[in-house]
């Protein structure tokens, strides 16, 4: 305990809990701040409708490179891009999953197609074969008669042997799609914190220095004239690099929501209190829609989500128009304790009582 005494070590110590404190104040703000933004953000910021359309096909790796030397990075600006018909939203009378853009989401694919869907519709099909051969040949008609027959081995441990070698293949693809599901996000995967409110969606990016902004669904007059699904159609949406790793941190900010993007194969709780985390990686560009994914009251049918997913550059470009840094995370050594040093040292006070 006397060490405590060495000013240097008591420097240390209130640095400690400065942090701490900064990093209670953060979460304060982060939990209350939203409250007041939704209106502000939403009226002065309706521009992804009127703002023109770009190509969503353009190569990640050479037609934007030409663009960029051209124009310096404080010059590029983000313009959302339009939805390919067809692509990361429902179509009619479609019954099948969407097309998956994500690792995770193709393997899952490939189970349900190649696995599941042939060995479910063998063995209905054989059944149903057995039972209209018991029916027919073993009709009572034509059998006054019955058998008496009540035991076969040969058969019962056939019946018995199959049907575990089945469940034994489909287990082995089934616990490694199960087990790549919850691998632990990479060290360079992008963290975004996504939260859940009666009845939007927030985002923040705290790595790129993004605070919060909040995403509502799009007035049906505003999604069709920017050519999107209206219900589906947001005015912020979500936007991620095309082939990194996202890390998301879920939670419900009132009561329970899930964050799904189908196209991603990506479906998370939202729950008051908790930070679910999930990942997924999107390998393609383009627009993919979701909603949110569990009963959360009366505007539960309109609180849709907009995932962009953009060229490294683009995203990039986009950081920069939300005033973030895209080369985040944003450094812990120098730059972010010394801002927030001042208000961590008062706030630090009453702390250090405890
Ligand atoms: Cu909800």
Same mark, same amino acid.
Request: with cysteine; net charge neutral; charged share 15%.
């Given at each position: 305990?006397? +060490?405590?005494?060495?000013?240097?070590?008591?420097?240390?110590?209130?640095?400690?809990?400065?942090?701490?404190?900064?990093?209670?104040?953060?979460?304060?703000?982060?939990?209350?701040?939203?409250?007041?933004?939704?209106?502000?953000?939403?009226?002065?910021?309706?521009?992804?409708?009127?703002?023109?359309?770009?190509?969503?096909?353009?190569?990640?790796?050479?037609?934007?490179?030409?663009?960029?030397?051209?124009?310096?990075?404080?010059?590029?600006?983000?313009?959302?891009?339009?939805?390919?018909?067809?692509?990361?939203?429902?179509?009619?009378?479609?019954?099948?999953?969407?097309?998956?853009?994500?690792?995770?989401?193709?393997?899952?694919?490939?189970?349900?197609?190649?696995?599941?869907?042939?060995?479910?519709?063998?063995?209905?099909?054989?059944?149903?074969?057995?039972?209209?051969?018991?029916?027919?040949?073993?009709?009572?008609?034509?059998?006054?008669?019955?058998?008496?027959?009540?035991?076969?081995?040969?058969?019962?441990?056939?019946?018995?042997?199959?049907?575990?070698?089945?469940?034994?293949?489909?287990?082995?693809?089934?616990?490694?799609?199960?087990?790549?599901?919850?691998?632990?996000?990479?060290?360079?995967?992008?963290?975004?914190?996504?939260?859940?409110?009666?009845?939007?969606?927030?985002?923040?990016?705290?790595?790129?220095?993004? *605070?919060?902004?909040? +995403?509502?669904?799009?007035?049906?007059?505003?999604?069709?004239?920017? *050519?999107?699904?209206?219900?589906?159609?947001?005015?912020?949406?979500?936007?991620?690099?095309?082939?990194?790793?996202?890390?998301?941190?879920?939670?419900?900010?009132?009561?329970?929501?899930? @964050?799904?993007?189908?196209?991603?194969?990506?479906?998370?709780?939202?729950?008051?209190?908790?930070?679910?985390?999930?990942? @997924?990686?999107?390998?393609?560009?383009?627009?993919?829609?979701?909603?949110? +994914?569990?009963?959360?009251?009366?505007?539960?049918?309109?609180?849709?989500?907009?995932?962009?997913?953009?060229?490294?550059?683009?995203?990039?470009?986009?950081?920069?128009?939300? *005033?973030?840094?895209?080369?985040?995370?944003?450094?812990?050594?120098?730059?972010?304790?010394?801002?927030?040093?001042?208000?961590?040292? +008062?706030?630090?006070?009453?702390?250090?009582?405890?």
């Amino acid at each position: 305990m006397k +060490s405590l005494k060495t000013p240097v070590i008591k420097v240390l110590i209130a640095a400690a809990l400065s942090l701490g404190a900064v990093g209670a104040g953060q979460a304060q703000t982060a939990a209350t701040a939203p409250a007041e933004a939704p209106a502000a953000t939403v009226a002065a910021n309706p521009a992804p409708v009127a703002a023109p359309v770009e190509a969503p096909a353009a190569t990640p790796a050479t037609a934007p490179a030409a663009g960029d030397a051209a124009a310096p990075a404080a010059d590029a600006t983000y313009v959302p891009m339009k939805p390919t018909p067809g692509v990361g939203q429902p179509i009619d009378r479609g019954i099948d999953f969407q097309p998956q853009v994500s690792p995770i989401g193709e393997q899952a694919y490939w189970f349900n197609h190649v696995m599941l869907l042939p060995i479910i519709t063998i063995i209905s099909l054989f059944v149903l074969g057995l039972l209209l051969w018991v029916i027919v040949r073993y009709r009572a008609k034509a059998n006054p008669v019955p058998s008496k027959t009540t035991h076969n081995t040969f058969i019962e441990i056939i019946w018995t042997a199959i049907p575990v070698l089945i469940l034994a293949v489909i287990a082995v693809p089934s616990i490694r799609l199960l087990a790549a599901q919850y691998e632990p996000p990479k060290k360079d995967a992008l963290t975004i914190k996504v939260t859940g409110y009666q009845w939007y969606w927030g985002y923040a990016y705290p790595d790129q220095g993004i *605070g919060e902004y909040v +995403s509502k669904m799009l007035p049906e007059d505003q999604a069709k004239a920017a *050519g999107e699904p209206y219900q589906l159609a947001v005015d912020n949406r979500m936007v991620v690099p095309v082939g990194r790793q996202v890390k998301l941190i879920v939670t419900g900010a009132d009561v329970i929501h899930s @964050f799904a993007v189908p196209a991603f194969w990506t479906k998370m709780d939202a729950v008051p209190g908790r930070a679910n985390e999930t990942t @997924f990686t999107a390998n393609k560009v383009g627009v993919y829609y979701g909603q949110c +994914s569990e009963l959360c009251g009366v505007d539960h049918g309109y609180m849709p989500i907009a995932v962009e997913v953009l060229p490294v550059d683009k995203w990039e470009a986009w950081v920069r128009s939300k *005033g973030g840094n895209p080369a985040g995370p944003v450094v812990e050594t120098a730059a972010a304790p010394t801002e927030i040093a001042p208000a961590a040292a +008062s706030a630090a006070l009453p702390a250090a009582k405890n």
